[in-house]
């Protein structure tokens, strides 16, 4: 029997909002550590606790909200709590994180993760404090804006320095790219907002004073301090600690995979306005950071003057500058800071936001859409007015909003004519801010992603950069699958990646750090495999709601429109090489070469004889 020492704080709260009831359970330890926590954890209660059918806004769904057992500790970054669930936007597996306090601040409240089923028949929000959980009342807070929702909780209860987790009017109104706002920063992706709507769930404040046991103090210190000391001294951490991660649209720009007018070109001739000198000069006031990390990236921005003078974010980053300020052609980092704003307290996604007003853009240059659509609104790119006003009829679900809100893959099977090939998405998740077309690598990362077109499962655009663009070697897909264990591993623990990715602190520091706070050794190579592990239980999950690998596919517009602009001028995938590509990455995964099933075999060798067992036939290959 495995003991555990520290990291995790040994319970799981379960919330019942049907019957109104919470019950507290102790983790089992070989569990937790063969799923390790966050995202690993919220795949695993996904898949024992919703079946295949269940409608993702069904109260038969689960909320999973977990950190990871690093998350509150003295290691660089480890702030992120994850959100887990059958996603509404997809109909898959959608998990989002988040950085910022909220993650620590529950685990200091006494609980390693919450379990939210059913749904409340009026608004609630939980307040979470040290051992407790209440069901409180949340119709005074239901209809406002998720980030004035959050202030008013925190003045109801006479605390500024409680957490909040919130959802907005789109969550509420079950927009299916709703996000959840963890104070100022988000778990964007994949519609976890919508879930906490369709639960009638607007809040979770949290409030804790106890203490995380680790189980050796003095080693997890001394490992502490050579990583802090290893992260602020490193020469591109004081890059980002200037500049943030805005300073991408300037990389992304020199490379050619910044997405311009709905990833049709790469370049942009008012990027200077939109890159992060442009933020420095015009509306930074200072550097914020997620807890225990020496890198700062954030940024906190405030609109000084203009039309949208008060708006303030921790942000902008790369994402949000470039799917809703190069993408729709804004002409300022002021109108990005105040959409910004906006998705923030509407409570919705940027990525996919930008997404998709760029491609509802197009189709009204198209004629695919008109003026008798929008109700007179006029849809150009470079006009901040038709995006913001956008944002509301999404969010709200208003006229052509409506069929907005479901995201670019609905949109375009609703409007027809050929808008297919320009929605830009892969499992229906609107494909975050790097065009593919010379980066086989990144392709394949966004094909085969288990929530759908996201870049954080695997960033492989600097390997296609470093071995050559129009490559399509095995290695690739090696390295694909390599990062998309490495990255959502840092998921799993509850920690930033950035810190690995951007400075190279080594995945042994994390090892020792983790055995440090938990008082187990796992070697990278067990971190990794519970990685893959839980790469496979997620595939298996989609695998058993209808996933087939027609659907680890690109849009049309990726291999059929060439680059028109830029250095890598002309390029396009090619279907052929990417068809074998996504071939050697099914064979190098275990997993059936034609259908990108897992095999009973490997399924087995990862520990997951019940998950073999549930497909049944469809493992037997
Ligand atoms: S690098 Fe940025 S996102 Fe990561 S922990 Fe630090 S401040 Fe947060």
Redesign the pocket.
Known sequence: MVELGGGYVGRIAWVDLSKGEVKVKDIEPSWALKYVGGRGWGARIVWENVPPDVDPLSPANVLVVAPGPLTGLLV??A?KVSFSAISPETGYYGDSNA??FFGPELKHAGFDALVITGASDRPVYLWVEDGGIEIRDAEPYWGKGSLDAQEMIRQDLGDSSIKVASIGPAGENLVPIACVNCDWRNAGRTGMGAVMGSKRLKAIAVRGSLDIPVADPEALYEEARAAFEHVRDHEFARV?RKYG?AWYIDWSHDHACLPVMNFRRTTYEQKDALNAEAMLARVVTAL???PM?P????KFSYVRSGPYAGAAVDGPEYETIAMIGTNCCLPSIEDVVYANWLCDNLGMDTISAGNIIAFAIECYEKGIIGPEDTGGLELRYGDPGCVFKLMEMMAKREGIGDVLARGVRFAAKKLGKGSEKFAIQVKGLEQSAYDVRAAPAMALAYATADIGAHHNRAWAITYDIEVGRDKYTREKAERVIYLQHVRPLFDMLG??R??WV?TGLSLDYYARAFKAATGVELSVEELLRASERVYNLTRAINVLRGLTAQEDWLPDRAFDEPVPDGVVKGARLDRERFRELLRAYYELRGWDPETGIPTEAKLKELGLEDVASALGGLAKQ
């Open positions: 660089p970054g702030g950085g910022g980002l991660l914020t950071a997620c990390c890198m700062c990236c954030g920690c930033c950035l810190q951007e």
